[in-house]
């Protein structure tokens, strides 16, 4: 109704309401304030600091080396959104995979289980070693020899086994009931898949993808071993230089810099997806 | 004193006024029906009452306390207050006995024997004695409804919300549901249900409210509102769900 206004009572809920908003508000910048300050007192008030401070955050080196890295993580960043996208294809089939029923499916079940057993359990190192120093030594005929195109492969093949999964914990996680609802609408086990289980299923699992992101965001940083030019490489190579490790941790930072924007949009997205879908259900 | 009162409640969802002016009074031992088509408000009223949702307005009191206050603790008021859902949810990672004796034990720090003494009793009463130790995905409609039923009693509730708890059973399920729940009534368990057994309603409540577009339209004695409605919309809505039977004005 238009002419509804609200009552004294709820005026004065409301100022309750507002109160008990501020009081956890005020609860929580107080503890953060106070928390940081001691964890940053206790560090600083260390007896080995001020050579801490010089090896590892002295701002001098940090502004000589920023130009190399900044124009070094460029490298880092193509890295992972070419390998993002052939994870994400390469996963999600090798999950399907897993997940078929059909007779004729057979070797690729068989296949999908040994691949990801087999990558999962190599070190990430190792394959960017293999693929990176030993394809090229099979002088094939056609395929690039790049440092670049082996490792981001490597970090394709190694990832996509965990990435895969995780997709496959996602759709078993979908309730039975939801294949048999989709099966009675008449459904072959493909469009459920297609329709129904695929896309609940991946919802529930975004933070853990999210999570072998940001690993792979710094894992970029293995190609190094393969001499290409990326930020660690570039830091490393100053710092061995001029004795001084703070170019690593400029590096860091620009990882940390890197990550924070995937993880914010990731929290945005769910967060969503719970407003839309859950709004009051019970 | 009554038990739980309700007066000018207003809940919206944005723009929409889905409950409107709603006060209502629950004496002990009453058993309140409440009845409406379908998105007339019946579940969110009760979801209002056990503070699953925040209100717009009013106040609701219970047992002479204003739950409605932001400062009360809402564990406290649930710890006496039962509710089953219209979907069940049982939790399906746990059998039906550990489903019972989660919050006895959990919450109200019943020693786990004896929560599962009194779950095992609850549960031989609404005889469901041999599924016990199933999980609830292996139970059939009505016996998840009724191992819901034992969940939320566990706790010796005062006051019992129902939610349309025999919409999803077939109609010996039903008959089934509703026995225990007029046994309960009549060992002088209180409690609101929103249902659409209008049978039922009139059998066992002692008071029914129409509830129409999140107004309580009109409520009374069963026999008066089914017999002898005042509002035409009361009225029509049972000729509608009692055909041959009700509406027939005095
Ligand atoms: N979370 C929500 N967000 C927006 N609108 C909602 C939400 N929950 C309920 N509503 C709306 O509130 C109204 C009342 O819903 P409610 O579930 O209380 O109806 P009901 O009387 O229980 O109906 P039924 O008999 O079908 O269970 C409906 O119009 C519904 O669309
Ligand atoms: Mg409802």
Redesign the interface.
């Known amino acids: ?1 238009i002419d ?1 206004s ?2 004294q ?2 005026l004065e ?1 409301r100022q ?2 507002r109160r ?1 908003r501020l009081r956890s508000g005020l609860i929580a910048t107080a503890m953060t304030v106070l928390v940081f300050l001691v964890v940053g007192l206790v560090v600083t008030s260390s007896p080995g600091w001020p050579r801490v401070q010089e090896t590892f955050f002295s701002s001098e080196h940090a502004r000589a080396s920023f130009p190399d890295i900044w124009d070094a993580i460029w490298l880092n960043i193509k890295m992972f959104l070419i390998a993002e996208v052939f994870i994400l294809l390469s996963a999600i089939l090798i999950a399907l995979c897993r997940v078929s029923r059909s007779p004729w499916l057979m070797p690729l079940r068989i296949t999908a289980v040994v691949y990801t057993d087999v990558v999962r359990g190599i070190p990430t190192i190792l394959l960017v070693y293999l693929l990176a120093i030993g394809m090229p030594a099979l002088q094939l005929q056609g395929l690039p020899n790049s440092g670049f195109f082996w490792a981001t492969v490597a970090l394709i093949v190694s990832y996509s086994a965990y990435v895969a999964e995780v997709f496959r914990a996602g759709i078993e996680s979908v ?2 009931s939801q294949w048999a609802s989709a099966e009675a609408l008449g459904l072959s086990r493909g469009q459920t898949l297609r329709h129904v289980v695929v896309p609940q299923g991946v919802r529930r699992v975004v933070p853990p993808l999210l999570n072998d992101f940001v690993s792979l965001q710094k894992d970029t940083a293995l190609a190094s071993s393969a001499l290409v030019f990326e930020a660690v490489f570039v830091a490393r190579d100053y710092g061995n230089y001029n004795f001084n490790y703070t170019p690593l941790v400029v590096a860091a930072g620009f990882f940390i810099v890197m990550t924070v924007p995937l993880a914010r949009l990731c929290d945005w997205l769910t967060a969503r997806m719970r407003r839309r879908e859950l ?2 259900a ?1 | 004193m009554s038990l739980l009162s309700v007066s000018g409640l207003r809940k919206c969802y944005g723009d929409k006024v889905v409950l409107d002016d709603v006060s209502l009074s629950v004496e002990q031992h009453d058993v309140i029906c409440l009845i409406g088509s379908s998105g007339s408000g019946k579940s969110t009223l009760l979801r209002c009452l056990n503070l699953l949702e925040d209100i717009d307005d009013g106040v609701i009191e219970f047992e002479g306390r204003e739950i409605s206050d932001p400062r009360v603790d809402a564990r406290d008021v649930r710890k006496r207050i039962g509710m089953v859902f219209q979907a069940y949810n049982l939790f399906p990672h746990l059998t039906v006995l550990e489903n019972c004796t989660l919050a006895p034990h959990r919450v109200h720090g019943v020693r786990r024997a004896e929560a599962e003494d009194r779950a095992r009793e609850l549960l031989e009463r609404f005889g469901l004695a041999d599924q016990a130790t199933k999980h609830p995905d292996r139970l059939s409609g009505g016996q998840q409804q009724r191992a819901a039923l034992v969940r939320a009693m566990c706790t010796h509730p005062t006051l019992l919300l129902l939610d349309e708890i025999t919409a999803a059973l077939d109609p010996e399920l039903v008959g089934e549901v509703l026995e225990i729940v007029r046994a309960e009534a009549e060992r002088g368990m209180t409690m609101v249900l929103a249902t659409h057994e209008m049978a039922f309603a009139r059998d066992v409540a002692t008071r029914v409210c129409f509830l129409d577009q999140g107004r309580i339209l009109e409520q009374g004695p069963p026999e008066e509102i089914f017999t002898h409605p005042r509002e035409e919309r009361t009225r029509h809505f049972l000729r509608r769900v009692l055909p041959g039977q009700a509406g027939s004005s005095a």
């Open positions: 109704m509804w609200p009552s009572h709820e809920r309750v309401r008990i309730h039975p709004a009051g019970l």
